[in-house]
Each structure stands twice: as structure tokens, then as C-alpha cells.
């Protein structure tokens, strides 16, 4: 497998701070419950050529970890880019929904990569970066970072949808 490239180098976000609470970010954002999947945004540079750093602590009390092989409990793939997806959808919000009306779905996901694993006990950085936006749909790159090791990496595309 191709070494990937990070898209936000990590090492000039200020990583013990919130900019955006999980609190504001699900002002923004539908997802509610065992679905919030973000827990704090930590760098929004909104525009075309912005990027955006979030992150998920993951816990050993998630819904997933006692059947999601028990033993050896492994975030499944597809929270893993639900998580990255709720990134994108808040800065595709922020950037182009700003009544509220309408939220960012998912249209596809392609060239998904998983390159590591992610457990209980560890903070899975996220970062995305939009490829294209329109006020109807957008296609961002995604990727997702544990103690400094990429461990996937996809192009999470999205339309926005009615609330």
C-alpha cells in the first residue's frame, strides 16, 4: 500500500484546545446520541483551500466494543468514516449551509483506505480538506490520525439534504 501523504500537518495545530466545542458543533450538526461521533474541533480555516482538524476520544464504554470483536474491540470502518464525514459535513455547513435548513449527507465514499487500526484509549485525530463545493453538494478529502500514524485515509463526497 501506497505511504499516504498527511493532509494537515498535526504538528502546527494547537492540539490541547478546542476551538469548536462538541457542544457547538452539534448546533451545526443532526447527529444525536451514540452517533455525535465528534468530540471537539481543534482548527476550522473555512474556504475553498481550508481544512478543518477534529478529533474522536474513543471509549471503552461505546456502543460497538462489546460485539465488535469481543476481546479485541476494533472501531468498525464504517464509523470510523462516519466520523470523518460528520467533519466534513459541520465545515460544508459552516461554509455553505448557513441557514440551517439543510444538513450534509453522504453520497459516496471512494479510494477508502484503512492503514491501522483504531482501539478503546485512543484519540483519532481527523482531518479534511474540500476538494470542490457547491451549495448542493461537496467532495472533501478525509483522514484520520492516531499517535501520529495514518490510519485511513478516503474522499468522503456529500449533498446537502433537507432537515
Known amino acids: 500500500m501506497p505511504q499516504a501523504t498527511p493532509l494537515v500537518d498535526l504538528s502546527r495545530v494547537d492540539l490541547s484546545r478546542d476551538v469548536i466545542s462538541k457542544d ?3 448546533e451545526v450538526l443532526p447527529h444525536r446520541h451514540e452517533m455525535a ?24 464504554d461505546e456502543f460497538w466494543v462489546r460485539g465488535h470483536i469481543p476481546g479485541r474491540p476494533l472501531m468498525p470502518g464504517v464509523l470510523i468514516v462516519e466520523s470523518a464525514g460528520q467533519l466534513c459535513g459541520y465545515f460544508f455547513e459552516r461554509v455553505m449551509l448557513a441557514s440551517g435548513e439543510r444538513f450534509f449527507g453522504f453520497a459516496g465514499l ?4 484503512f492503514r491501522g487500526v483504531v ?13 470542490k463545493m457547491r451549495t448542493t453538494s461537496g467532495v472533501f478529502d478525509a483522514q ?3 499517535d501520529g500514524e495514518i490510519v485511513f485515509d478516503c474522499v468522503v463526497k456529500g449533498m446537502a439534504i433537507p432537515k
Open 110 to 113: 471512494e479510494a477508502v483506505r
Open 37 to 60: 461521533l465528534l468530540d471537539g474541533i481543534l482548527a476550522f480555516e473555512p474556504g475553498e483551500s481550508g481544512f478543518a482538524v477534529g478529533y474522536h476520544d474513543v471509549r471503552d
Open 119 to 131: 482501539v478503546p484509549g485512543k484519540r483519532l485525530y481527523l482531518a479534511c480538506r474540500p476538494q
Open 24 to 26: 457547538k458543533i452539534y
Open 144 to 146: 484520520g490520525t492516531i
